[in-house]
C-alpha cells in the first residue's frame, strides 16, 4: 500500500490490460482512491475498439458505434468529449438477407407490419409469446426463442440476430449462461414482449447511436491521456505470483508488487497468467472458447437506407454488414463481419478474404464493393456455448478480481458497468 498525504494508507492495484475493461476499472479504481498501475501488451490501448483512417475515412475494427446510455454518457462527460460525438440515424431498418432478399427484419411495429421476412401465421405466433414460462434448465438459445416465438421468428431472425454477434450457433449456447444473463440485466424476468409492449406505451425512449468523429478509439484514448502517467503500454504481463498477502505481476522489465490483481484480458490469456497461483483455475479459465472473427471494410457505391444486415441463408462466409455510410453518415463505408469461427478461411491470406466479402456484398446488395481493409480478430468474440458451463466451477482466488466478458456481459457499456462493479468490490 502507498500512502496520500494525510497519511491514509492507499491500495496498491494492478490492472492487466487496457481494453475498456482495464480502462474503466482504472478510472473508477482512481476515482476511489487506489493507486492504479496499468499493463497492456499492445502499443495502444482500447483492446478491441480500435478507429484507424483509411484514405481518409475512419473505420472501426472492433465495434461501429455504441449507444448513449448512462454509463457511456458519464464517461463522456467526465472526459469532456461531448463535443466530439456524432450521432447516428436510429430510425433506419436492419435486415435479414433470407430466400435470397433482404428482408425488414420486424424490429418495430411498423416494420412487423409491412415486413415478408415472416408469414402473417409467423407474426401471429410472436403475439403468444406472454403465455409461454421462463427458460428451462439446460435449454438453449434456439430451443427459447423457438418455444417463446415460434420456431419461424427464432430461425429467420432472432436467433441470428443473437447469436450472429458471437458467432455461435444459437443451439450450441445455453440460455442460462448467454440470452438469460443478458435479458437479466436489462432486468427482463417475465415476458419479453410486454416488457417491450410497457416501454413502447411508457414512451421510454432508445438512448441514441453515437461515435465520434474520429471513430470509438476516441474514448479509450481520452482515458489512456488522463491516466497515461500509469499505463505501461507495449508491456505483456508473462504471470503472476503469490508475494506475501499480495502479488507480483511479472513483465519482460520485472516485477511489480501489488495488494490486489484486475485481470481484463480473455480467458484463455487469463488462464496461463494464473497458472502458478492456481492451476486448477487456470484449467477451468481454459475452458472458455472464442471465435475467431474477420472484420472486412468494403468501399461501395450501394446507397439504401438501414444499418445493415445478416445472413441467414447458407453458403455465405459473410455473417453480416454494417451500413456505416447511412448509419452513421461514413460515406462509402460498409462493414462486413466474415467467417466467424471459421479456422480454415481465416488462415487464408488478406487479399483472398477481403475479395470473397466484397462478390457476396455484391451478390446480396447489387452494389459492387471493394476491400479497404481486413483485420482477423483473434482470440475474438466470446462464445457463450456450451463451454460456459464451466462459469459454475470459477472460484477465482482472494486479492485477484475478473473484469471481462466472459463473465459478465459483453460490450461497451457492459465492460464500463463491469469495470464500476469492479473497482467496488476490489476496495
Ligand atoms: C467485431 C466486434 C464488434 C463488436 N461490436 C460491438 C458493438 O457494436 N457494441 C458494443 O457495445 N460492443 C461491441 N463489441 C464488444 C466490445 O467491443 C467488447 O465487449 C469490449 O470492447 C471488450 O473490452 P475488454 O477490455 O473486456 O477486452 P479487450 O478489448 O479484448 O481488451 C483486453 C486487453 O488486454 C490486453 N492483453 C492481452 N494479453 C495481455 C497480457 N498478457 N498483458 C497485458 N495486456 C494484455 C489486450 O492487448 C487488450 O488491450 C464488439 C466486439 C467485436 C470484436
Known sequence: MSSDVSGTRRPNVGVIGAGMSGLAATHYLTNRGADVTVFEASARPGGVVGSTTVDGRVIEFGPQRLRLSKPVETLVDEYELRDALRFGHDDQPLFAYYEGELRPMPLSVDTALRTDLLSWRGKARILAEPLTGPAKPDETVSEFLGRKFGTEAADRFMAPLYSGLYGTDPADMYVEYSLGRALEH?????????????RLLEG????PIVTFEDGLQT??????ETHADDIHLDTPVTALERDGDGFTILTDDGGYSVDSVVVTTPAPTAASLLERIDGSVARTLDRFTYNPIGVVHLESGYDREGHGFHVIDDGFITNGSTWNHSMLDREGIYTSYVGSGDTDLLARDEKTIGEKAALEFESITGSSASPLSVEVLRPGMPAYDRSWAALDELSIPDGIAICSSYTSRAGIVGRIVDGKRTAETVL
Not at 186 to 198: C, N, W
Not at 219 to 224: D, R, V
Open 186 to 198: 436489462v432486468g427482463i424476468d417475465g415476458s419479453i414482449l410486454l416488457y417491450v409492449a410497457k
Open 204 to 207: 421510454v425512449e432508445t438512448p
Open 219 to 224: 474514448l479509450p484514448n481520452a482515458i489512456y
